[in-house]
């Protein structure tokens, strides 16, 4: 796919060249050229006080150079190619060296009821705000140093058809075989770890179906996915971590309904996970996740999201209660994965947020807290547009809570960011 995305490219260069040569106006040809395929650069220089690996390293700065491209081959051929090429920690630090990193790179067939995309894709499923328990399809990296939401995002090679049934109905459908895992910092203290991770097969294939309403007044879906967990499960934890990916299905469904000036929002998904090479017992057990909320703008530009969700395992079993030591320590790691720290885990999001200066200054304050141990995230950001092509923000990374609870373990990455961003 890479090999042919720079055959295209360079096949149309040479013609735009060619053609720029014929006209004898090569600068505004090849100008005209980098607007039809609509290309966009930035480049961003980043500090950030620590990382987001549990490692207790401070300190870095850091830069990005990102560049997207949507090209329009005919009227029914289109696409998208994003990169990245960052260099987190410029002192060049074992496991902060620069890399680069294709995002997504895709084409786009359309049909006369429908649309075909083959490639490198990322799927975000769900309506919640921040926290979508049906977001199954497409990987994040919780250890990315940039700090924005968008940035853990990465795509995933695959195949999605999204058939339009009526104006407001559309059929997606998803198939890949090659998964790829969340890049999620383990709470493994150093100890040595061996992943069992799903090769690239058709038999460890994975697939997504979502029926998906957008009337303006009351949107909905509904979904099935069957395929692998994005975080891992730990089976034992020895001397040796021995970590998997759960193979599950996941029934799941969202809605969105707005009542005046005020947005309610709902999503569930119910899990059901399919094997269990874990010795811990609540890994292998159905459970529930669901978040509801409301939002409302006041004033002009000052908005309120409040959300409450709840993990509810029926049948789980509390860690402290198992006899065996080893399914134990699994237990608790695993309740500090995926949040499911008691049978019933529920906590709150709350974001406000604000805009001044004809929109160039922005401020917001997102906040999750899990109420069963009072464990609590809380990220402040401030944006401010210099220019059209020049972006500076501030914000902070801040944990709470206990050391053995999915936010308290993470109180060493507690630190400041900052990013000057510019549009080339």
């Not at 084409?107 to 490198?120: M, N, P, S, V, Y």
């Not at 328990?133 to 995002?153: G, H, K």
């Not at 699994?330 to 604000?354: M, W, Y």
């Not at 141990?373 to 923000?393: A, C, E, F, Q």
């Amino acid at each position: 796919m890479l090999r042919g995305c720079g055959v295209l490219a360079v096949a149309l260069l040479g013609s735009e060249a060619a053609r720029a040569q014929s006209s004898g106006d090569p600068g505004s040809a090849v100008a005209q050229f980098l607007s039809e395929q609509r290309i966009t650069t930035w480049a961003r220089a980043d500090y950030y006080q620590s990382s987001n690996n549990l490692d207790g390293e401070r300190n870095f700065f850091g830069g990005t150079l990102q560049a997207k491209a949507l090209p329009r081959l005919t009227d029914w051929v289109d696409g998208k190619v994003e990169l990245r090429l960052t260099a987190p920690d410029l002192r060049d630090r074992r496991g902060y060296r620069a890399q680069s990193q294709l995002l997504e790179g895709y084409t786009t067939l359309h049909f006369k009821r429908a649309d075909l995309r083959l490639g490198k894709q990322i799927l975000a499923w769900g309506r919640a705000d921040g926290i979508n328990p049906t977001d199954n399809l497409t990987p994040r990296d919780y250890r990315v140093l940039l700090p924005l939401e968008e940035d853990q995002r990465f795509g995933t090679w695959g195949a999605r058809l999204d058939t339009y049934l009526s104006q407001a109905l559309t059929l997606e459908m998803f198939a890949s075989t090659f998964f790829e895992p969340a890049r999620f910092p383990l709470p493994t203290g150093g100890a040595d770890v061996v992943i069992q991770q799903p090769g690239h097969s058709v038999r460890n294939g994975e697939v997504g179906v979502k029926l998906n309403k957008v009337s303006g007044a009351f949107d909905w879906s509904v979904s099935y996915y069957r395929g692998y967990s994005l975080l891992p499960t730990v089976a034992s934890a020895d001397s040796v971590f021995q970590l998997y990916y759960s193979r599950m299905q996941v029934i799941g469904a969202d809605c969105v309904r707005n009542y005046g000036r005020f947005g309610f929002r709902s999503e569930f998904a119910y899990v059901l996970p399919q094997d269990h090479p874990s010795a811990d017992p609540n890994a292998t057990r159905a459970r529930l996740f669901w978040v509801s909320g409301l939002d409302r703008t006041f004033l002009e530009n000052l908005n309120l999201n409040l959300q409450f969700f709840l993990r509810w395992m029926p049948r789980y079993q509390k860690p402290g209660d198992l006899p065996d030591g080893t399914a134990r320590v699994a237990s608790e790691l695993n309740a500090i994965i995926d949040g499911q720290e008691v049978r019933a885990s529920p906590g709150i999001t709350f974001r406000v947020s604000n805009q001044w200066l004809n929109n160039t200054l922005r401020a917001e304050i997102l906040s999750l807290i899990n109420l069963a141990r009072g464990d609590y995230y809380l990220r402040p950001l401030i944006t401010y547009d210099v220019s059209d092509r020049t972006r500076v923000l501030f914000g902070a990374n801040l944990y709470g809570g206990p050391r053995d609870a999915p936010y308290g373990i993470q109180r060493p990455d507690n630190g400041l960011f900052t990013e000057i961003r510019y549009a080339l």
